[in-house]
């Protein structure tokens, strides 16, 4: 029997290690952190669940390949229950406010009673939104390894949302915004998503909401994780935590298994790296290994930019329906790392009662961090008291800024938690305290790497690095292809 060992336990390790187990193979994983999942998950803080991951799934909707990827692997199925999110976001300016709800109608004729004057744009974007709907994951193969045949069929599966391409593939979320002439409109496009995202990601996104194919697990990041962990002891894999991997052992052109922080050596007739490749090919294995079209990202910072955050978590005395789901703001200025930032966000948990204690509830921001903010944050780190009282500091300027937009939760709101993007570094190696692949902007190509390695013929990649945008989606993708190389014989 062949063994693989897999470096990383998040969803791209564990989706390979329960495809494989299942295929017959005999795999290890081994997880730097003390839990599975990688950056799909959470913790408690002051008897609060802090959710780190899903504010949707793509793929709960039934009919898809990717659907049918998550129901084999735990991800869904079994009596998992899901929340319909009935809205994608709400966003407020001068005493006005947009709300992007799961019906269409609802949100389009919100936004003619708002600027009546924009209604050819609203209703443009609304018929491209549908379209959108339509855009999946192709998770049966590798790209490299489609056919005529197998691209034909994408193609034709894909039909709609070439037409979103065409019309909204060339400009990015700015231009989209400044297509309209309300001023609410334009902010709440632009505050959305960070900057340099392509238009079409903000119809993708608010696609998969309205077409119902972007709801959330019951029991949320944590709980999906731990269900395909699961799944992957079922299959009989073997999952070390708390045990990170110092590097790869080669001897010529193989991999022979790997060495792990312990100074324990681990043999394998395949390695996958399921982890951050910038940590594979920095720590891992000799940079030089490294596919010229992920090197090509990695050298060019301004057409292949990341993002973070830096996020703060409350818990509430109370359960306020008026905030329900995600909502912006304006609100005064704020130092957030290397940026002036003039507006916020605030994210309900509620939909989750037990993330709370009774009658209270989980409020969440995230403020979009650069990669500018992220060597603000990396060397203010280096002195750990200054960097907590940075963080203490933001946090508590942010929570009277919540208070002022929300004045009824004076005395009910504390801060339980803040983390910054050194946190996803910390604990998951992440570049540049990304939680997400490369932003493709316009003046760049999208790139989808081959999870191969050249020269190292049982040595495979599986991350959301490879395609972006990244996300649970791709990395579920990647971790399939892995497994499908080896049972395919492919490598």
Known sequence: MKKVVIIGGGIAGMTAGVLLQKAGFATAIYEKHTLPGGQCTGWKREGYFIDNCIHWLTGTRPGSALHELW???????????????????????NGQTLTFWRDKERTRQEMLALSPEDEAEINKMMEYVTLAETMTVPVEKPFDAMNLVDFMKLGMSMKSMGKVMKEYGNMDINELAMRFKHPLIRRAIIDYMPAGYQAYAFLVSYGTVTGGNGDIPKGGSLAMSLRIAEKYKEYGGTLHTGAGVKSILLSGKKAEGIVLESGETVEADYVIAACDTDYTFRQLLPAEYMPKALKQMYDRR?????????????????????????????????????????CMSVQSYDYEPNFAPEGKMVLQTNFSQTEADYKYWQVLYDDRENYEKKKAEIAGEALARVIKEYPFLAGKIHVIDVWSPMTYTRYCNSYNGAYMSFVTTKQAKSITVPGVVKGLGNVLLASQWLMGPGGLPTAAAMGKFAAWRIIEKKV
Not at 76 to 83: A, I
Not at 311 to 324: C, K, N, R, S
């Open 71 to 93: 129901k084999e692997i735990g991800a869904l199925g079994d009596g998992v229950e899901l929340h319909e999110k009935e809205m994608f976001f709400s966003s407020k300016l």
């Open 302 to 342: 301004d057409k292949y930019p990341v993002s973070s955050g830096f996020q703060i978590a409350y818990g509430v005395d109370g359960v306020f329906p008026e905030l329900t789901g995600t909502r912006v703001f304006s609100c005064d200025d704020i130092t957030v790392g290397s940026r002036i930032v003039n």
